[in-house]
C-alpha cells in the first residue's frame, strides 16, 4: 500500500532479534528494491518488514506485516 507522509518500508532480518536489513521502495509492478543495505552477518531466520518513520529504526517500531521464515 502507499506509505503516508514520513513512512518508509524497513527490512528486517530476523534472527536472535531483528537486525535492519535497510530501507526498501515499493516500485510500479508491486516489488521491492532495497535502497539502503548494511552487511549482516547473523544467520537468518525469516525475513520481515515493517513501517517505520523517514530513514528507519535501530529495532521495528510497528508490527511486522510480511513475514517469511527460512
Known amino acids: ?3 503516508p507522509p514520513g513512512r518508509v518500508y524497513q527490512l528486517w ?3 536472535d532479534q531483528p537486525i535492519s536489513a535497510g530501507i526498501a521502495e515499493p516500485g510500479s509492478r508491486g516489488g521491492f528494491s532495497v535502497v539502503t543495505s548494511p552487511s549482516v552477518t ?3 531466520k525469516a525475513f520481515a518488514l515493517t513501517i517505520e518513520p523517514t530513514g528507519g529504526r535501530p529495532a521495528p517500531t510497528g ?3 510480511l513475514l517469511g521464515s527460512m
Do not use: E
Open 42 to 44: 547473523s544467520r537468518p
Open 1 to 3: 500500500p502507499a506509505l
Open 13 to 15: 532480518v530476523v534472527a
Open 63 to 65: 508490527a511486522m506485516f
